[in-house]
């Protein structure tokens, strides 16, 4: 009941939005670039105050700065790059990359992914194919199966590119799977674009009606959909991809998560990297600078004084940081309303080197390089649950990712690196290392003593490497039914802001988070035709 009257506030909610925005917004400008994958175009936003920080304009050397050099802020740079504008990244760590890097967190020659580890959008977003990174020497794997995920008793379901060999293994529900992502799987690459974008129409009828059914089902909580299948196998499958969202499954929009991803998972097998998520970031940044891009580390921006003399800059940061860093730049109640941005559960990481592989009870789930380690559909959704409000789960859901299986420049012989975390309470302190690896030992008995050595990164952890993962949130904050077209706040454009030469790039913009690098795309879009427009 409560999933019901929370999903009717919604579309009430959600028809006053659109009523504005579908009056306004010139969706023929998106449809008509989008088979050149253009962003949804929007009508500038009004005019400032008088700026009280340095940001010069039409007498500036740089066109563009980006701040933070994150998979979306160098996105953004590239994009506006390519498009033969001057651009000058800073980012305040010391390598670029942001949550896209890689590292010997274990044992020397075990390469452990920081953030990021699978990207089930990494290749088939529209900014990422439509880049050559294979010359920069990015090389993708594709395990056998994209996800595995045992249940007790030795059972396992795996996810394959073919729906039909998926649903072979889910009994009665295999018609009831094949009629929910059969259709989705064959449109995938044609509604990636919409999916993956700020909110429109398309004017195409076939788009448009793909969309439709998309949201239909998407807007849903997880909880609805799993209603068309009677057995653990399949529900589980749909709990542990709902899951992603950090939402509780019986949330609306948590049903969106679960379809896209497995979408994804059918369409283009959820690969990663060869040699460490870090190898995304190296490929990115020297396509920037092919393309004549700045970039300086280690430098700190607190506000806007700190950078250089640009026409216009994009932000690759949180909303909070936004705030902070433009300060009366932009206006109080615009201030006000980004410092209010929500931020969902936060994540407890665990590297693990182990000797030999992990014994898994079903050997098929070594065939994987995602696994989803939770048992039952109601066993996630009330993980999930606790960790929405604030509790610590004794059984919590738990991703692992074993890529060293497939890539053998991730782990000595013999040996493997393994990453898993699971959802806690946003900021939480707690160490939950053991129950993880209960988990894991739950569907792999003996995988203990194969351990050789951990490292455990807390939320507090996770934020103080990054700033954008506030309380340890590394999805940009909550896609929820209030900021899912509306993040950060609600505007025409969720990627401009009162200040018409201020741009948000970050996760906290459309399509959230994950690397796809759209965020970007679409921010330096909107930058773009603010330049054009100048």
């Given at each position: ?5 929370a ?8 028809v006053?939005c ?12 998106y ?9 949804l ?21 740089l066109?563009?700065v ?13 994009t ?5 504008r ?18 010997e967190?274990?044992l ?5 992914d ?16 439509g ?8 090389r ?11 249940l ?16 072979r ?9 094949r ?29 448009a ?10 807007l849903?909580?997880?909880?609805w959909l ?18 992603h ?16 991803l ?5 369409a283009?097998?959820?690969p ?7 190898r ?26 700190d ?10 940061t949180?909303?909070?940081a936004l705030?902070e ?5 932009l ?14 559960p ?10 030999g ?56 012989e ?10 806690v ?15 894991i ?12 050595a ?12 990054n ?10 904050g909550?896609?929820d039914i ?8 609600a ?13 948000l790039c ?18 330096a ?10």
């Amino acid at each position: 009941m409560r999933s019901r009257l929370a999903l009717v506030r919604f579309l009430a909610g959600l028809v006053r939005c659109l009523a504005g925005l579908v009056g306004s917004t010139p969706l023929e400008s998106y449809e008509a670039h989008h088979d050149a994958m253009a962003p949804l175009a929007h009508p500038p936003a009004s005019t400032s105050t008088p700026a009280r920080d340095p940001l010069p304009t039409r007498d500036s050397t740089l066109d563009a700065v980006v701040v933070g050099a994150g998979p979306n802020g160098l996105a953004a740079a590239i994009t506006m790059a390519r498009a033969g504008r001057s651009v000058r990244v800073i980012e305040g760590a010391a390598a670029p990359g942001g949550g896209t890097r890689s590292s010997e967190a274990t044992l020397p020659g075990f390469v452990h992914d920081t953030c990021s580890a699978i990207h089930p959008l990494g290749r088939i977003s529209p900014f990422f194919a439509g880049l050559d990174l294979a010359r920069h020497g990015l090389r993708w794997i594709e395990p056998p199966a994209a996800i595995a995920h045992p249940l007790d008793g030795g059972r396992a379901v795996l996810v394959t590119r073919d729906v039909e060999t998926t649903a072979r293994l889910l009994g009665r529900d295999r018609d009831p799977y094949r009629g929910l992502f059969g259709p989705l799987a064959r449109r995938f690459r044609d509604l990636a674009p919409d999916l993956l974008a700020p909110f429109h129409v398309p004017l195409r009828p076939r788009r448009a009606t793909a969309l439709a059914w998309f949201g239909f089902h998407g807007l849903q909580p997880a909880s609805w959909l799993a209603r068309r299948f009677r057995d653990d196998e399949a529900r589980a499958v749909l709990a542990g991809a709902a899951a992603h969202s950090l939402l509780r499954l019986d949330e609306p929009v948590s049903g969106a998560a679960a379809l896209l991803l497995l979408g994804s998972a059918h369409a283009d097998g959820w690969p990663f990297p060869v040699g460490g998520a870090g190898r995304i970031s190296d490929a990115l940044v020297a396509e920037a600078r092919s393309l004549g891009v700045e970039i300086e580390t280690g430098r700190e921006v607190r506000g806007l004084a700190d950078l250089p003399a640009s026409r216009i800059a994009l932000l690759d940061t949180g909303p909070r940081a936004l705030a902070e860093i433009a300060g009366n730049r932009l206006p109080a109640g615009y201030r006000r309303k980004l410092r209010g941005y929500r931020y969902g559960p936060g994540v407890f990481k665990l590297d693990i080197a182990i000797e030999g592989s992990i014994p898994w009870q079903n050997e098929t789930v070594a065939l994987a390089g995602t696994v989803h380690l939770g048992g039952t559909f109601e066993e996630i959704a009330a993980s999930e649950a606790a960790a929405n409000a604030g509790r610590h789960h004794p059984r919590p859901f738990v991703l692992l990712a074993q890529q060293s299986l497939f890539d053998r420049t991730r782990a000595p012989e013999g040996r493997n690196a393994i990453w898993a975390y699971c959802h806690v309470p946003n900021g939480s302190t707690m160490d939950v290392s053991g129950v993880i690896l209960a988990q894991i030992e739950r569907f792999a008995p003996g995988f203990r003593e194969r351990i050789l050595a951990t490292r455990s990164t807390t939320p507090a952890d996770l934020e103080a490497y990054n700033p954008n993962n506030v309380g340890g949130d590394m999805s940009g904050g909550r896609i929820d039914i209030r900021q899912l077209f509306t993040r950060p706040v609600a505007r025409f454009d969720p990627y401009t802001t009162p200040d018409p030469r201020l741009f948000l790039c970050s996760s906290s913009t459309p399509p959230g988070g994950g690397v796809h690098g759209m965020c970007g795309w679409h921010a330096a879009h909107s930058a773009l035709r603010r330049l054009d427009g100048s």
